[in-house]
């Protein structure tokens, strides 16, 4: 048996076209929805994904606005360039690129950032209502996994789920999206012990770690469906993911390939969340 592929890349084409007739409408009610992104310093992998977000954004037809700072910025002038944006009426969503220059505090910037343009999700407003069920702006990575879950036919509900990783970004808040759909949530981490005790009885495993092939045939059971979040270089420098893919491939039953899983639909969510903030404006700005 060899996995079916979950094609990450297509999926979030799929999405890209319905932002891009949603984005249209808006534009006939005279909105265009806005992107600001935020880069600090001289960061090449920062530069990329910010490159691949605003090519994303303008594909779909909306606004994006591209701010480079130098990474000798103050913390106060990164925070002053935020606040001015939270009340540009133009910009609908705030992305500020992480990591960040070590003199400058991370959860400052995310808090300074409006609950209403945080479009990464990752203001602790965000995070608590997600916590509780309520109406929230999703962070992209989790919210992308389970949107691709979803459009391949799968259904968490009464499923167990086995999360590797605990970060802020993807590991935490995966684990709640599963566990908002009714999912019975296991979170392992590197303080875990007998770790293919528990990720053996996934029916889903999420992993989430960074560390270049991870998870073997191992630490699976047949059929299981693997969700591969690590983006790593092996020791040929070629990217692969947390999961040794061509081990896993033919034993389990659904898998995300890095790259082309996971990555092109956390883009596609943070176009899908700053819609859906531009939208939310509908209600302040009156149509021509």
């Known amino acids: 048996m060899t996995a079916v592929l979950i094609d990450g890349k297509e999926i979030a084409r799929k999405k890209r076209v319905e932002i891009a007739d949603e984005v249209k409408e808006l534009n006939e009610r005279n909105i265009i929805p806005g992107l600001a992104v935020i880069l600090v310093g001289d960061n090449q992998a920062s530069k990329t994904y910010v490159n691949n977000k605003q090519k994303a954004s303008k594909e779909v037809g909306m606004h994006s606005s591209l701010i480079t700072l130098s990474d000798s910025v103050t913390e106060q002038e990164l925070l002053e360039k935020i606040e001015e944006l939270n009340l540009d009426?133009?910009?609908h969503g705030i992305l500020v690129q992480l990591p960040l220059p070590a003199h400058i505090d991370e959860i400052k910037v995310i808090e300074t950032i409006s609950p209403e343009k945080d479009v990464d999700g990752f203001h602790p407003v965000n995070i608590g209502r997600l916590m509780t069920g309520q109406d929230a702006f999703f962070p992209c990575t989790p919210y992308g996994i389970m949107v691709m879950l979803k459009e391949t036919g799968i259904d968490p509900e009464g499923k167990n789920v086995v999360i590797v990783g605990r970060s802020n970004i993807v590991g935490k808040p995966s684990g709640q999206l599963f566990l908002n759909e009714n999912a019975t949530v296991t979170y392992c981490h590197s303080k875990t012990k007998d770790l293919?005790?528990?990720?053996?009885?996934?029916?889903?495993?999420?992993?989430?770690?960074g560390r270049a092939d991870l998870i073997t045939a191992d630490h699976i059971k047949e059929g299981a469906v693997i969700i591969d979040v690590g983006m790593n270089?092996?020791?040929?420098?070629?990217?692969?993911?947390?999961?040794?893919?061509?081990?896993?491939?033919?034993?389990?039953?659904?898998?995300?390939?890095?790259?082309?899983?996971?990555?092109p639909m956390t883009i596609a969510m943070l176009l899908l969340n700053t819609l859906k903030s531009a939208k939310k404006a509908l209600h302040t700005v009156p149509s021509k």
């Open 196 to 209: 293919k005790a528990h990720t053996r009885a996934a029916d889903i495993l999420v992993a989430a770690v």
């Open 89 to 91: 009426s133009s910009i």
């Open 233 to 263: 270089r092996n020791n040929s420098g070629k990217l692969c993911g947390d999961v040794s893919f061509d081990e896993v491939k033919d034993k389990a039953g659904y898998i995300t390939p890095v790259p082309g899983g996971v990555g």
